[in-house]
């Protein structure tokens, strides 16, 4: 079965600083997609960034990007210039390449953003 | 704007009194999934439908029952709510098989209290 962990139960960064949240998972399939997720306090969860498995290039979205290192399982974000808003309960994600291809979540990250 | 709309945001039912917690989109996602949230964890799938396919993950409790009367309604049942039950509810959908790198949409979730 596949599992997703992010060992780093919170995390902290000053206003503008840069901050890096791991995630590592496991799987023994070649295909498949990993996720980032934005969850802010009582707010809807929300999708940050997206990485397909086949692609080599790590993605990035704006201040958003990602380390994906598939040969360790790696997939780690990171925020630069990081903002107020920022401040959430970051998941990581997996995703087989499936029909249905249901998420399986991390733990989660706890990110506080001081002013 | 397309969304997946949660009702109600907050409910509050009694120990051992039925409940359902309702979610719709407009997205005409073929696939809606149930997870069910606790406080500072991951979400955990409770089931999800394929169009008309009912799935269920193998630990979910036979306390949680679903309904799909159309594409765009998914209805949540909680036969007998125990203390435990209380959770936050997250409905998503998504679309497969040709959506699977765009990951779900989140409703803004409904949060369960058991009195």
């Known amino acids: 079965a596949q599992t997703v962990t992010q060992s780093q139960p919170e995390m902290s960064v000053q206003e503008a600083e840069t901050v890096t949240l791991s995630c590592t998972y496991d799987?023994?399939?070649?295909?498949?997609?990993l996720f980032w997720y934005k969850q802010p306090p009582s707010r809807q969860m929300i999708l940050v960034i997206r990485?397909?498995?086949?692609?080599?290039q790590n993605a990035t979205e704006n201040r958003f990007s990602v380390n994906f290192q598939k040969a360790a399982k790696s997939f780690s974000l990171k925020i630069s210039d990081s903002q107020l808003g920022d401040a959430a309960m970051y998941f990581c994600?997996?995703?087989?390449?499936?029909?249905?291809?249901?998420?399986?979540f991390g733990q989660g990250t706890t990110l506080q953003v001081k002013p | 704007d397309a969304m997946v709309i949660q009702n109600p945001r907050y409910q509050v039912t009694q120990f051992g009194k039925p409940v359902t917690l309702s979610c719709s989109q407009t997205?005409?996602?073929?696939?809606m999934y149930w997870y069910q949230q606790k406080s500072s964890q991951a979400p955990k799938l409770l089931f999800h439908?394929?169009?008309?396919?009912?799935?269920n993950e193998a630990d979910t409790p036979d306390n949680f029952q679903s309904r799909r009367p159309n594409t765009s309604f998914c209805f949540l049942d909680i036969r007998s709510p125990g203390l435990g039950d209380a959770a936050m509810y997250l409905c998503?959908?998504?679309?497969?098989?040709?959506?699977?790198?765009?990951?779900?949409?989140f409703g803004s979730g409904t949060r369960l209290t058991v009195v």
């Open positions: 998503a959908t998504s679309w497969g098989p040709q959506g699977l790198n765009y990951g779900y949409t």
């Open positions: 439908y394929y169009d008309k396919d009912f799935n």
């Open positions: 990485q397909e498995a086949y692609k080599q």
């Open positions: 997205l005409n996602h073929n696939v």
């Open positions: 799987t023994s399939e070649s295909d498949y997609y």
């Open positions: 994600a997996y995703r087989r390449s499936s029909n249905t291809g249901k998420l399986i």
